[in-house]
């Protein structure tokens, strides 16, 4: 228990630059709040990065659903636009 207040702790201190008695005299609720919030931002900020490389990378999602449909009709001798995608490099996705 001590060691996860410590971890808490550090946290705050470390990213958020709050003191040692202000984290330590906060509300349990208050800190895991804190905590969640801190660890949502670097989810959105890492997604961000992801996106902004893939697209300098010049990829593109393809949900696998849309992909499978795209085969399909590739199957019944149908033509799919390959201005959808071209020239982009595919990378596929489980959305």
């Known amino acids: 228990m001590r060691e996860e207040f410590l971890e808490e702790a550090f946290l705050l201190q470390y990213h958020l630059n709050m003191n040692y008695s202000d984290v330590r005299s906060m509300p349990l609720p208050y800190r895991r709040w804190f905590i969640k919030r801190l660890a949502d931002e670097f989810k959105k900020q890492s997604d961000a990065r992801k996106k902004a490389s893939d697209e300098r990378q010049g990829l593109v999602?393809?949900?696998?659903?849309?992909?499978?449909?795209?085969?399909?009709?590739?199957?019944?001798?149908?033509?799919?636009?390959?201005?959808?995608?071209?020239?982009?490099t595919t990378k596929f996705s489980n959305d």
Request: no cysteine.
């Open 61 to 88: 999602d393809i949900p696998m659903g849309d992909m499978s449909l795209s085969q399909d009709s590739n199957q019944q001798g149908e033509r799919v636009s390959s201005q959808v995608y071209a020239p982009r």
